[in-house]
């Protein structure tokens, strides 16, 4: 079947994961020759990569679905693509709810779309959703930015947090190879990009699974060894990585941080709940003491640091003083970006099937005092820039101002100021703040006169 003036277009939910894994996918549908199509209506090939993290990201994709499949009945040749974790959760199963998908993919396949497709092209209706040994990518991702880039390093979890699908969904942890990143990274930069985030759903688990141990018996396949493996690749300016999990998040990795240049001073870790006992619940092997002696050893090596995180409210038990000492948790830190949700039970994990859950009013009532909370601290933790000259690498212009072009700062803050970004895309510029919000600021440009 030739694929010429065939046209795509790719709906993605979720996390970066899913983002870093839909650009593969488009670029290998693009090698095979199809172009991107703006609107799902003017498209042959419709792909969503689905998220499967909380319930309502589920329902989503229902409601999609319908619409498209309703579409193939009048457009026979239309091909419907199920991709990522609700694919892989639902598997076969999603055929028989909705009969007109040709394909439903788990995220583990997501390199494979051109074989899977030659299937659907042969007239099968295709499942690929059986653990893999996934191989290693030599695709030519269609990255939505020229200027920044995300770059995989572990996929899957090895953790079993009581509330969470996703060791279900993504499988167990598999690194890639430090020469693979390294060689990733070098194409980007020979492409001009100017920044990398290091992606991982527990970055900190990287090379547990690689072999290399040094003499003295430490595993040599860290993620502070990868960071200094990567870190010389001329022409990338700026490291990241995410996410960092608290029970691995170690002292030699900050001080590597703090001393390696290109690696930005912005650390997500997420904490989930401010409570000894809900931690216990939900298994996530850390305590409350433990997080803060991680932000402090942070602070201490870095004052400046930005820490951002995610946090459960409503969790099975969670009782008012539990929810407070989150609460007190967050007060405390001072974040400069949180990620709060409700707690929604998942198909196959733990906590789902116990039956202290609370009420859907409780949960809600939790989140909006939580989110006050945050976005208080977040625009205290803004003040700090006022005045301030901050490093900004430009990325695009400001879509609500064509006068102005926004980028981030090093600690993660978009930023506004007036420029041209013909001149400034991908440039590292100084900026003089004048406004602060709690998670944006504006500025002036400095000129190096200044
Ligand atoms: N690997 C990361 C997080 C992955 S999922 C970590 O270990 O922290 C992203 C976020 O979704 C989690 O941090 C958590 O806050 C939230 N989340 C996961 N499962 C959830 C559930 N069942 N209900 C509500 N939020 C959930
Ligand atoms: Fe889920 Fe826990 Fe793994 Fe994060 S570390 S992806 S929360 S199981
Ligand atoms: Fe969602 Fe899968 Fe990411 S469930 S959060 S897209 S790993």
Redesign the pocket.
Known sequence: MTTSNRRYHITTFG?QMNKADSERMAGILETMGFEPSEEPHDADLILYNTCT??DNAEHKVYSYLGRQAKRKHEQPNLTLIVAGCVAQQEGESLLRRVPEIDLVMGPQHANRLQDLLEQVFDGNQVVATEPIQIVEDITKPRRDSTVTAWVNVIYG?N?R?T????PNVRGVEQSRTPEAIRAEIEELSRQGYKEVTLLG??IDAYGRDLPGVTPEGRHQNTLTDLLEYVHDVPGIDRLRFA?S?PRYFTERLIKACARLPKVCEHFHI?F?SGDNEVLKAMARGYTQEKYRRIIDTIRHYMPDAAISA???VGFPGETEAQFENTLKLVADIGFDLL?T??????PS?PAALWTNQLSEEVKSDRLQRLNQLVEMKAAERSQRYLGRIEEVLVEDQNPKDPTQVMGRTRGNRLTFFPGKIEELKGQSVKVKISEVRAFSLTGERMMNAE
């Open positions: 996390c993290i909380r979890c953790e947090c509330y969470c699908v996703v759903q527990n996410t999990h997420p989930q995610d946090a459960i990620n949700a409700a707690y929604s039970p998942r994990t």
